[in-house]
């Protein structure tokens, strides 16, 4: 587990807090603010999760980059589809 693990575990309960409360005070600003932390701590959470999957599995994850990075390449050169113009006469 690293920082960001924990970090983002931290905000997503701050997030749940706000918005509860916002809930039973009506405030609609504090259940905004509730959503959107919970939303940042998943998303850090997330990202401590990967990396740790990274220093774990460091062969799964070069492969894996590898595999998405030809991927984003023939996507950007146009072999993703059908993408071919046709001259007209």
Do not use: C, H, W
Not at 25 to 52: C, H, I, N
Not at 53 to 63: I, L
């Amino acid at each position: 587990m690293n920082i960001d693990t924990l970090a983002g575990e931290g905000t997503r309960t701050k997030g749940d807090f706000k918005a509860g409360l916002g809930d039973v005070t009506g405030d609609r600003k504090l259940q905004q603010d509730g959503a959107a932390d919970q939303l940042s701590g998943s998303v850090r959470k997330g990202v401590g999760q990967v990396r740790d999957f990274v220093k774990k599995n460091p062969a799964a994850s070069y492969t894996a980059a590898g595999i998405l990075g030809l991927a984003l390449l023939n996507t950007l050169r146009g072999k993703g589809g059908n993408t071919r113009r046709t001259k007209k006469a």
